[in-house]
């Protein structure tokens, strides 16, 4: 792939310093860029690399200022960031680009396949499927009765889909991510033992979501599992049963939601968070890292951290307090030796 920076330029609506016609074929980190390739500049951090750099093409921030002359190509951009985004999700869609149904794969007959799909060898296509237009579906892939596949939506190999799960329109989901298996239902019995509850309910994700790898979520008991519009989830999540996690929400990886949760939309859970259920997060939520959430969050947009969970400027003092509890209890030893050495003193003799 090779494009002009004229073309670049025209595709994010840039102005141009330099010449329009040097050319690009492959994208790289400002600081390791080579002859040919086009690189960003975003954060002030790394401008040192701008005056130095073999880059032939860089889209840097339109109030930028330079302190030196510059060998490539500039295209001046409001948000560098944002614009070099635009081009690794173009670059990505043409190295992703692939269509048609490739040998050893098994679509059932009752299956819809929509237009300009690719379906990869051992994907098994089950009874009663409907997968939309555009869509990829790699290799190993399963996808069980009567599970629906939107249009423009990826699932990478190793994807699993039980029946009956509903997925939308431009939708990723990352390799051995888990769809709809059973919730982990189960009635403890007089003897000690546990019944399984059967989990009839389905898993259905909306519109514009990314799933990452490893990922588990759960179908619902009775009802849906949902996740919402727009909600991304990292790496080696659980999601269980009946959770409902709101529109953009973004959850990192090895967090685990409860039963029940509903996390409310624009939440930001970090990485290692653990949610009870049956409770309800506030839309807006930011929780930190190793958070426990216990109890329902009422306060919207408020930034929370801590095991039990508190608010998150209190749990910063706490923290600080901890460390000085060495010193705290060397003073309150000494303190306690002048005050026996004191009371001894004032003892009078019998």
């Not at 080579?34 to 093409?57: D, H, I, M, R």
């Not at 001046?76 to 794969?105: C, M, P, W």
Request: aromatic share 6%; with cysteine; glycine share 10%.
């Amino acid at each position: 792939m090779q494009f002009t920076a004229h073309q670049i330029g025209l595709l994010l609506n840039g102005t141009l310093e330099g010449n329009p016609e040097v050319s690009v074929n492959q994208l790289a980190k400002i600081e390791d860029a080579q002859s040919g390739s086009l690189t960003f500049l975003a954060n002030p951090k790394y401008e040192q690399f701008l005056y130095n750099t073999q880059a032939s093409v860089i889209i840097v921030n339109e109030d930028l200022v330079l302190s030196q002359p510059v060998q490539a190509t500039l295209i001046r951009v409001k948000d560098a960031y944002s614009a070099f985004s635009i081009l690794l999700d173009q670059y990505n869609t043409i190295k992703l680009d692939k269509k048609g149904i490739e040998d050893h794969s098994f679509i059932h007959p009752t299956a819809i396949i929509g237009k300009n799909t690719y379906i990869g060898a051992f994907a098994y296509i089950g009874p009663n499927v409907n997968v939309g237009d555009n869509t990829k579906i790699y290799p190993h892939v399963y996808l069980g009765d009567n599970v629906s596949i939107g249009n423009n939506s990826t699932l990478f190999s190793g994807v699993k889909v039980y029946f009956d799960c509903l997925i939308g329109d431009h939708v990723t989901i990352h390799s051995s991510t888990v769809i709809g298996s059973d919730g982990f239902g189960f009635a403890p019995q007089k003897d000690g033992s546990f019944q399984k509850v059967s989990q009839i309910g389905n898993v259905i994700i909306e519109d514009h979501v990314e799933i990452g790898s490893n990922t588990c979520i759960d179908r619902a008991t009775l009802g849906s599992t949902i996740i919402r519009k727009g909600v991304k989830l990292d790496n080696l999540i659980q999601i269980a049963h009946n959770v409902e996690i709101g529109s953009n929400a973004v959850v990192a990886a090895q967090t685990g939601i409860s039963g029940s949760a509903k996390i409310g939309e624009n939440c930001v859970i970090a990485g290692q968070v653990g949610v009870v259920g049956h409770i309800n997060i506030a839309k807006g939520s930011n929780i930190g890292a190793k958070s426990g959430v216990n109890n329902s969050i009422k306060e919207e947009n408020k930034n929370w951290n801590g095991v039990p969970l508190t608010n998150y400027r209190e749990s910063l003092k706490i923290q600080v307090m901890m460390l000085r509890l060495p010193d705290m209890y060397k003073k309150i030893e000494e303190l306690e030796k002048q005050i026996l050495e004191l009371t001894e003193g004032n003892k009078k003799p019998v």
